[in-house]
């Protein structure tokens, strides 16, 4: 591999939970605001990458910015829930057995513009925690993804990293990290090609990186 570390998104990278967090949005929504109009997941694909104040100003815009704070943390409570409660197994095909093998020949790390807890979660519900080296998040401190990127590359000393999302905003925070961008292009996004390291079809295909 001509990289020294790979850092992961998550949502439309490792899984696609848009589907049952759909659900568990609209159960929130319909108990505290019902004025609110329901999300879908298609709904939910063009939003996540985003950081979470802006996916709770585009989705829940009507109401007053204190009370989409309320909306958007009851959102992510029945989410949690509803992640740690689901028994099949909703990777992208060929993740965890990937990540297993590659995080014995290269550090994984992962950076994602998502809530506190939601990265643990998500290595949790997937068993891959003792393969990652490191992770941040925008909801541990409220940082955008190229500046979480500066984060990481300098706790853990990264010479040569390389970053793999699905979208147009992961793109653009790796331009601005000045990190080569791997294009997941299963995902949930499209991207400026012209502007890529490479791109991949199936996570597996990382292997050839």
């Not at 990937?98 to 939601?118: H, W």
């Not at 068993?127 to 490191?134: E, K, L, N, Q």
């Not at 970053?163 to 400026?192: N, R, S």
Request: charged content about 25%; aromatic content about 8%.
């Amino acid at each position: 591999m001509k990289y020294d570390s790979i850092i992961l998104d998550v949502d439309g990278t490792i899984w696609d939970t848009t589907p049952v967090v759909a659900k568990a949005w609209n159960k929130a929504i319909v108990e505290l605001f019902p004025q609110v109009p329901p999300v879908t997941a298609d709904i939910l694909k063009g939003q996540f990458g985003k950081t979470m104040d802006v996916i709770g100003r585009n989705l829940f815009g009507a109401l007053s910015d204190s009370d989409q704070a309320i909306l958007l943390k009851r959102c992510c409570v029945e989410e949690h829930l509803a992640i740690e409660q689901k028994e099949k197994d909703i990777a992208y095909e060929g993740v965890v057995q990937t990540i297993r093998e590659l995080s014995k020949k290269i550090p994984l790390f992962i950076v994602s513009n998502c809530q506190a807890g939601y990265i643990e979660l998500v290595m949790k519900k997937n068993g891959i925690t003792d393969c990652i080296t490191d992770f941040e998040c925008f909801g541990n401190n409220g940082l955008t993804k190229d500046k979480n990127l500066h984060l990481i590359i300098e706790r853990n000393n990264l010479k040569n990293p390389v970053y793999v999302g699905d979208t147009q905003g992961d793109l653009e925070a790796c331009k601005l990290a000045e990190v080569p961008f791997i294009w997941a292009e299963y995902g949930f996004g499209q991207v400026e090609e012209e502007n890529i390291a490479g791109k991949i079809s199936s996570f597996k295909e990382l292997q050839g990186f």
